[in-house]
């Protein structure tokens, strides 16, 4: 396979438009006409994972986490060595960050199976903005003007195209001197029947869909008017949560430390060890910010990276139990998941067995 076919595939499991805007996704670098056969996935882009890639014979890294997330003006330092290193290898560098987190199956589909999950749905539902078209237009030219627009890219909701919404009323209007009216004459006041026309479309389709509505539309001066609109995309979003068999915070810490790869720090909880836990909600990675959206639905919140002041603050708030792991555990199953469709393309794959987790030790302890 052309590298580039492997990137429109994985750009299609991983929509670039769903990751954050200060993000960095799709490919580092690489050759598009190179052919590609086998795959080391990694969640970071570090000297050891490129060393294993390079003794491997890979032709791409696909890791979670980006290599820079802003703009680079020379390839020092350890990440410019992991760039030139690679490239004279040959080899390709890309990653779904965000936008894997988000996407379904993702990051954190792979999180919340790992930990066994039942009937996970999206923690917070995504949105996106779009417009809505409202056009009049008389009745026996609203099908011709509905292709018209479809063509140009309104109408599209999921596997649906050509959807539009019409409502029947009449128009009155009274062509002035110098009009050159489709229906009626200059100086008397007209009633047709016509039909208000609503169809949703991308943003960036506005230009488009406002081209093919001056073309198709009988009137000389069509009414119309764009409203920004929020719709929820079903099934995409940060975080999961979903069930457990009914057990205690202290047993369900031992089932996520089962779960996922062992770390220098390993599974702390906070809360109280035997509260009961039977509804469970995940964030891969860094996921502090959904403490409170957690809360309102879950019994607990497995993610990475929390804070002294931010778990005591909201467990003191009357917040879920909170069960923190290791950053790099938390994303590594996406890395198997991520492997077994790429095997379904033909393609061999290594999942990375190295642990990036940065923490090298872990002493004492009292839980
Ligand atoms: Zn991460």
Redesign the pocket.
């Known amino acids: 396979m052309r590298l580039a076919d492997v990137v429109t595939e994985l750009e299609r499991w991983f929509p670039p438009n769903l990751a954050e805007p200060w993000d960095s996704v799709g490919l580092t670098f690489g050759d598009p006409d190179a052919a590609v056969e086998s795959v080391l996935l990694a969640v970071d882009p570090t000297a050891g994972i490129a060393a294993e890639a390079i003794e491997r014979r890979v032709d791409l890294i696909v890791t ?2 980006p290599l820079w997330l802003s703009g680079v003006t020379s390839l020092r330092g350890a990440k410019g060595r992991f760039a030139q290193d690679l490239i004279r290898a040959g080899i390709a560098h890309f990653n779904a960050h965000t936008n894997a987190d988000r996407a379904n199956p993702g990051v954190n589909d792979a999180l919340a199976q790992a930990l066994g999950l039942q009937a996970p749905v999206p923690l917070e539902s995504r949105t996106s903005t779009s417009l809505r078209l409202t056009a009049y237009v008389p009745t026996a030219d609203r099908e011709q003007l509905i292709d018209a627009l479809a063509a140009a890219g309104a109408g599209t909701i999921g596997d649906y195209d050509r959807c539009a919404y019409t409502t029947a009323g009449a128009g009155t209007f009274r062509p002035l001197a110098g009009a050159d009216p489709h229906i009626g004459e200059i100086g008397r006041t007209e009633q047709v029947d016509e039909d208000r026309l609503e169809m949703v479309l991308p943003v960036a389709a506005r230009p488009a869909v406002t081209a093919a509505l001056l073309s198709a539309h009988p009137y000389e001066e069509p009414a119309y008017d764009f409203t920004e609109i929020l719709r929820a995309d079903p099934g995409l979003g940060l975080g999961r949560v979903g069930g457990v068999p009914r057990q205690t915070l202290s047993q369900f810490a031992d089932v996520v430390a089962g779960a996922l790869p062992a770390t220098a720090a390993g599974v702390r909880f906070a809360g109280d060890p035997d509260s009961l836990v039977e509804t469970v909600a995940v964030v891969g ?1 860094s996921g502090a910010s959904e403490l409170q959206a957690a809360s309102r639905v879950a019994d607990v919140l497995v993610t990475a990276d929390l804070k002294h002041h931010t778990v005591d603050e909201h467990l003191a708030d009357g917040g879920c139990a909170v069960i923190d792991v290791a ?1 790099w555990a938390s ?1 590594w199953p996406w890395c198997a998941q991520t492997a077994n469709r790429l095997e379904t393309l033909g393609l061999g794959t290594h999942v990375s067995q190295q642990v990036t987790d940065p923490w090298s030790g872990h002493r004492g302890g009292t839980g």
């Open positions: 979670h986490h990675g950053h994303e």
